[in-house]
């Protein structure tokens, strides 16, 4: 699963966990927390530019399947699931999908001990 990142001029009130599955799902990955990192970070104190209530920043693996239309509604999915959060349906959203090779990228969750 990508790992999604929101940043956001204000706390965005939604169900985590069902957010977390309903994008599972339509990412087509397992629904493990582990598999599908959501990471929140409001910034009250930063401006963004161009100005939007929140930027979402989307890092996936490429896969044949992700096409610019399949993205594409991955990116409207977003922007409603962040306007519901908001309770405003004219907020500006700005999505970023980033799409990378996986034989070049490396991973690994490390436990207490090494």
């Given at each position: 699963m990508p790992l999604l990142k929101f940043f956001?001029?204000?706390p965005l009130r939604m169900d985590?966990?069902?957010v977390h599955l309903q994008l599972s799902k339509s990412w087509?990955?397992?629904a493990?927390?582990?598999t599908t990192p959501l990471q929140f970070v409001f910034t009250t104190q930063a401006e963004m530019?161009?100005?939007a209530a929140c930027f979402i920043d989307v890092r996936a693996k490429a896969k044949p399947e992700r096409t610019p239309a399949y993205l594409e509604e991955r990116m409207k999915e977003l922007t409603e699931i962040v306007r519901q959060a908001t309770?405003?349906?004219s907020d500006t959203v700005?999505?970023?999908i980033e799409l990378f090779d996986p034989s070049l990228s490396y991973?690994?969750?490390f436990d207490a001990e090494l």
């Amino acid at each position: 699963m990508p790992l999604l990142k929101f940043f956001s001029r204000a706390p965005l009130r939604m169900d985590v966990a069902a957010v977390h599955l309903q994008l599972s799902k339509s990412w087509n990955v397992p629904a493990e927390l582990n598999t599908t990192p959501l990471q929140f970070v409001f910034t009250t104190q930063a401006e963004m530019y161009p100005s939007a209530a929140c930027f979402i920043d989307v890092r996936a693996k490429a896969k044949p399947e992700r096409t610019p239309a399949y993205l594409e509604e991955r990116m409207k999915e977003l922007t409603e699931i962040v306007r519901q959060a908001t309770g405003n349906p004219s907020d500006t959203v700005r999505v970023r999908i980033e799409l990378f090779d996986p034989s070049l990228s490396y991973s690994k969750c490390f436990d207490a001990e090494l």
